[in-house]
């Protein structure tokens, strides 16, 4: 059963710096983008790090939650019905942040996410980090949210992962390359790259579906968006265990029952269910398969068990 979810990242070039009313033009231009995004009938738009302030001598300047850029981007997302990723810098009870805001199609503030690791220039002018990694529920799957610098810090992904994130959108002043691919693999779940000169698509496996620099929208005059559509039923497993389970699927229900796409060199299966009105995720149970996640974190716990010596040896199934 796909779960399929049309994304629109965009690649946002900003006015220079001493433009004149250059808040209430950039909130003009990212109002425009949106109209793109729900042409393209996307069910979420994505923007970059600090997107109304970037290229400022100071970026990280907050706005409190009630300020004109949520404002301007609420009234959008309720007119174009269309999920927002607005990152900011906010205040919120005197501390700074720099934060990426969730916003639903109804226009509602649906979560915040804080960086948790920003850099020494975001500390030394009084930026607060984050300590969570919140996975926030939407109509069309689980989203997490993360912010440029974040993606050096495999605690981050670890934790998005541990909220069973489905895509994340990583908002970013620089475009992240084979670290995306790096988070991808070892986390499984889809990422979404927005950054203002190039805008990245990675699968649940690590491999790049697209990636558009922002001078082929210049050169092109299409609008700069990059956007996909990404089947978020779909689930990474690690072939340990789960070969003769998978066997077992393909007998009971049929050759066509599910995607199956194994990728032996790395010990890899992609996993999607194709039977209407059936999850991947109920298939999993049916079969007794383990998604990779789970199968990481049985190991973890079993190494433990092991090493305080209360492991049951002689049993290694799920």
């Given amino acids: 059963m796909s779960r399929n979810a049309t994304i629109s990242l965009v690649n946002f070039p900003c006015l220079p710096s001493d433009e004149p009313d ?3 033009k950039t909130l003009v231009r990212m109002g425009v983008h949106v109209d793109q995004a729900a042409a393209l009938q996307s069910d979420l ?5 600090v997107c109304t302030r970037a ?4 970026p ?3 706005e409190p939650l009630e300020g004109p850029t949520l ?3 609420s009234r959008k997302a309720k007119e174009r019905e269309i999920w927002i990723v607005c990152p900011m810098g906010t205040m919120d009870a005197g501390k700074k942040r720099n934060s990426s805001v969730l916003i639903d199609r109804k226009g509602r503030i649906a979560g915040v996410y804080h960086k948790n690791l920003p850099t020494h220039p975001e500390l030394d002018c009084g930026i607060i ?9 939407t109509d069309f799957g689980r989203v997490g949210l993360c912010i440029c610098f974040d993606l050096d810090y495999w605690e981050v992904g670890a934790g998005l992962c ?5 895509l994340v959108i990583w908002s970013s002043m620089w475009p992240g390359g084979r670290m995306l691919t790096r988070w991808a693999i070892e986390f499984g779940f889809y990422i979404g790259a927005a950054y203002s000169g190039r805008s990245t698509f990675v699968d649940l496996i690590g491999r790049e579906l ?3 620099a922002r001078c082929t929208s210049d050169v092109t005059g299409s609008a700069p968006l990059v956007t996909a559509t990404l089947d978020l039923d779909r689930r990474l497993l690690h072939h340990d265990f789960n070969l003769e389970p998978m066997k077992r699927l393909f007998t009971t229900h049929g050759a066509t029952a599910a995607y199956a796409e194994w990728i032996p060199e790395e010990c890899l299966l992609v996993f999607g269910s194709r039977m209407p009105g059936v999850s991947s995720d109920e298939l999993i149970r049916e079969f007794g398969l383990e998604t990779m996640r789970d199968y990481f974190a049985r190991a973890r716990r079993d190494r433990q068990r092991a090493l305080q010596g209360t492991y049951p040896a002689g049993r290694s199934t799920p």
């Fill in 129 to 137: 980090p984050g300590t969570d990694t919140p996975v926030f529920e």
């Fill in 71 to 73: 404002a301007a981007m």
């Fill in 162 to 166: 541990a909220n069973k994130a489905e």
């Fill in 55 to 58: 290229g400022t001598a100071d």
């Fill in 60 to 62: 990280w300047a907050c």
């Fill in 22 to 24: 250059r808040l209430a």
């Fill in 45 to 49: 738009v994505a923007f970059p790090e």
């Fill in 210 to 212: 697209a990636s558009v």
